[in-house]
């Protein structure tokens, strides 16, 4: 049997029952934080996990069609206010970026450029790409973005479910819960796999094929949204159970597992000082720019820190619903977050280098 087949199939046999139990804990985004867990532990131990990076696609691809799926002709309605928030969102993410990323540079060897792209709150897979162009360290970018990732799947969900539950008991309820519980009821008739599931996942799986062609970071997954809203909201029929969404969060952990190797953790401790900046900030951010969200524009608690949040879009749709927040605002916002970010951001980037001069 071919030797990276096996590698495949050990990492499943060991990052799906580690989802599972995760899960079974109660662990909030069990599937994908176990098996996250379980793979980095054997890539470190073994250097034996594997999964090819098509896998990644696959997932933006399945995340696509999940959120397309639970689109409604009321969310196209909400769009026109999402420019104040979004807006808002991303000026705070470039200051954090700005301030976290000079923040590395004057307390590390990092060269400016290397910093500020470790701060840069983009995709992990393009992230790295970019900064090599632009002449960082791709290496040391690739290790911080990975922490960035880390954040935003491991410790935030649990963060955040852990701090709404306090503010619960202090007698503050999120009215975001309200919400929640109507769209709970609004897709509760539909649970089984069928006719619509294979329409949406084909549709989604070509035009994210598509997406995925044209170069363009982020497309994957948008194009699989839109593609999957347009045949849910134009002939309803589109729908994926929530056993698919499940296997997709396992996939998902595995394949960000088999990302943290043993060469990287190795090189933690040269980068400890800047992991310490880019938590801390990016930490404040959640909590900070949740709160401005959520006070500004009437998100709840949980929907505003989510927002805030620095896990990618795709992932972000993954989770949301487990920490049972069901607003589709969240993901539109990291799709667009995620999208003008990595257009914008390293053109911003480059011009400080150039005018600072290094």
Same mark, same amino acid.
């Given at each position: 049997?071919?030797?990276?087949?096996?590698?495949? $199939?050990?990492? =499943?046999?060991?990052? /799906?029952?580690?989802?599972?139990?995760?899960?079974? &804990?109660?662990?909030?985004?069990?599937?994908?934080?176990?098996?996250?867990?379980?793979?980095?532990? &054997?890539?470190?131990?073994?250097?034996?996990?594997?999964?090819?990076?098509?896998?990644?696609? $696959? +997932?933006?691809? %399945?995340?696509?069609?999940?959120?397309?799926?639970?689109?409604?002709?009321? @969310?196209?309605?909400?769009?026109?206010?999402? $420019?104040?928030?979004?807006? =808002?969102?991303?000026?705070?993410?470039?200051?954090?970026?700005?301030? /976290?990323? *000079?923040?590395?540079?004057? !307390?590390?060897?990092?060269?400016?450029?290397?910093?500020?792209?470790?701060?840069?709150?983009?995709?992990?897979? @393009? !992230?790295?790409? /970019?900064?090599?162009?632009?002449?960082?360290?791709?290496?040391?970018?690739?290790?911080?973005?990975?922490?960035?990732?880390?954040?935003?799947?491991?410790? *935030?969900?649990?963060?955040?479910?852990?701090?709404?539950?306090?503010?619960?008991?202090?007698?503050?309820?999120?009215?975001?819960?309200?919400?929640?519980?109507?769209?709970?009821?609004?897709?509760?008739?539909?649970?089984? *796999?069928?006719?619509?599931?294979?329409?949406?996942?084909?549709?989604?799986?070509?035009?994210?094929?598509?997406?995925?062609?044209?170069?363009?970071?982020?497309?994957?997954?948008?194009?699989?949204?839109?593609?999957?809203?347009?045949?849910?909201?134009?002939?309803?029929?589109?729908?994926?159970?929530?056993?698919?969404?499940?296997?997709?969060?396992?996939?998902?952990?595995?394949?960000?597992?088999?990302?943290? !190797?043993?060469?990287? *953790?190795?090189?933690?401790?040269?980068?400890?000082?800047?992991?310490?900046?880019?938590?801390?900030?990016? !930490?404040?951010?959640?909590?900070?720019?949740?709160?401005?969200?959520?006070? =500004?524009?009437?998100?709840?608690?949980?929907?505003?820190?989510?927002?805030?949040?620095?896990?990618?879009?795709?992932?972000?749709?993954?989770?949301?619903?487990?920490?049972? +927040?069901?607003?589709?605002? +969240?993901?539109?916002?990291?799709?667009?977050?995620?999208?003008?970010?990595?257009?914008?951001?390293?053109? %911003?980037?480059?011009? %400080?280098?150039? /005018? +600072?001069?290094?």
């Amino acid at each position: 049997m071919d030797s990276l087949l096996i590698s495949a $199939l050990l990492t =499943l046999c060991v990052g /799906v029952p580690c989802g599972l139990i995760a899960k079974k &804990l109660k662990v909030p985004a069990g599937f994908m934080i176990g098996a996250f867990a379980g793979v980095s532990v &054997l890539n470190i131990a073994t250097g034996a996990a594997w999964l090819p990076t098509e896998t990644r696609t $696959l +997932v933006q691809i %399945i995340a696509g069609a999940f959120v397309g799926c639970s689109l409604e002709r009321s @969310d196209l309605e909400r769009v026109r206010g999402f $420019l104040k928030p979004m807006v =808002l969102l991303l000026l705070i993410f470039l200051a954090l970026n700005l301030v /976290v990323g *000079f923040l590395i540079w004057a !307390t590390s060897p990092l060269s400016l450029v290397t910093a500020l792209m470790c701060a840069i709150p983009g995709g992990i897979n @393009d !992230t790295p790409i /970019v900064a090599a162009a632009m002449g960082a360290n791709a290496p040391d970018v690739t290790i911080m973005q990975l922490i960035r990732q880390v954040l935003g799947i491991g410790v *935030f969900p649990i963060m955040i479910e852990a701090f709404d539950r306090l503010r619960v008991r202090q007698g503050h309820p999120d009215p975001g819960d309200a919400k929640t519980e109507d769209d709970a009821k609004r897709v509760k008739s539909k649970q089984k *796999f069928s006719g619509s599931t294979i329409a949406a996942l084909s549709v989604a799986l070509v035009f994210g094929a598509l997406g995925k062609l044209s170069g363009i970071p982020g497309l994957t997954f948008t194009a699989s949204i839109v593609a999957v809203s347009i045949l849910k909201l134009a002939f309803d029929f589109a729908f994926i159970p929530k056993v698919v969404k499940k296997g997709c969060q396992l996939l998902a952990g595995c394949y960000l597992g088999t990302l943290l !190797t043993a060469e990287g *953790f190795a090189g933690l401790p040269g980068l400890i000082a800047p992991a310490l900046i880019l938590i801390a900030g990016y !930490t404040l951010n959640c909590f900070g720019a949740g709160k401005l969200e959520s006070r =500004l524009f009437g998100y709840g608690r949980k929907e505003g820190m989510l927002m805030a949040s620095p896990a990618g879009a795709s992932d972000m749709a993954l989770i949301m619903e487990d920490l049972h +927040v069901r607003n589709t605002d +969240v993901v539109i916002m990291q799709v667009v977050r995620a999208a003008v970010v990595m257009a914008l951001f390293p053109q %911003i980037i480059n011009l %400080i280098c150039f /005018v +600072v001069g290094s």
